[in-house]
């Protein structure tokens, strides 16, 4: 063979895969894209099943029917039942699949009471966010509190978000002692427990799902509660 012809063949060999890479880029952001739809709607699926049928009631082959997916593909998403409930419940917490994914501090809600300079008005911010949670968040932590009566996996995960949720606090409150906010008679500790007993679900199930307060309702007191009782009284 000619050297030109050998030459040729070999640019036309090169061009031929330069052109194939964008189609194989392509085709894997396709099927990634596809995968985090697939998830995202599984955990959906899992959600309303869970919330219709309860833990015991809600079959994986139930979920994979509901979210049009192989049984296989619902058990590749999650570690089971209760990792297809761990991730409910995330999602919930976040809003949306894809805030899921992002680390706490870094979502919208969480960065807006992170960088209010005003303590008071911090606080307020918080309030702000925990009808949403506790509306989204509420009804798949009864279930979860419902099944880990009798299920060691459900009881270690309502531990694991508990503590998630402590160790969210305890920075929160010691961050209004790091601006010097808190009261001088308070501990970091003693601001981490009044936090979570406040903004506890059973004080949001018992003013707004019980007594019909609306959140605006809700958060306001919240707010100002959360004020009155962990911040410094304004200089005279």
Known sequence: MSRPHLILMTLSFYSMSDNARPKRRYDAARRQARARENHARIIESAA???LEHGYAGATIPAIAAHAGVAVETVYRAASGKAGLLAAAVQVALAG??????????????IRRVIEEPDARRQLFAY????????SRVGPLLRVLDEG????????????????????????????????????????VDHATDVLWALAAQANFEALVTSRGWTHHEYREWLGRTLADVLLSPPEA
Not at 96 to 109: I, K, L, T
Not at 127 to 133: D, E
């Open 48 to 50: 309303q099943m869970f």
């Open 96 to 109: 949306s699949a894809e805030r899921a994914q992002q680390p706490v501090e870094e979502r919208e809600g």
């Open 127 to 134: 309030a702000a966010t925990q009808p949403g949670v506790w």
């Open 148 to 187: 880990a009566a009798a299920d060691d996996e459900l009881a270690e995960l309502k531990r694991t978000h508990d503590r998630q949720r402590h160790s969210g606090l305890r920075r929160f409150a010691q961050l209004l002692a790091d601006r010097g906010a808190l009261r001088a008679d308070l501990t």
